[in-house]
């Protein structure tokens, strides 16, 4: 798995490959590198960004993520119980411009 065109970000010591929050598929380095930045992300949609942008977008994804993760295994609370916790959710109530394959 030493492909450096895809950008993978590496959560609990596994790396987990960065995707488009469009389309889901695996974002790579746009263009040169210029200087210190390069832009990352997915060309068929124009969903491009700084690649530290897109870093932090896929982090901020992962953070959401697991902590629906956590929400989903509340174990055995019931779907009404649930719903009434103000942390209850357990879909994205927001649109990632960046997302992170977790199952990878
Ligand atoms: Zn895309």
Redesign the pocket.
Known sequence: MADNSSICVSINGKDHPVL?G??E?PVSFVGATNGKTRDAG?T??A?VADILAVLAMAAEYTKDEEMLHLSQMAQGVPKTLNAMRVDGRTTHDQVYRFIVDLKA
């Open positions: 488009c469009i389309c598929a997915c068929q949609c969903n």
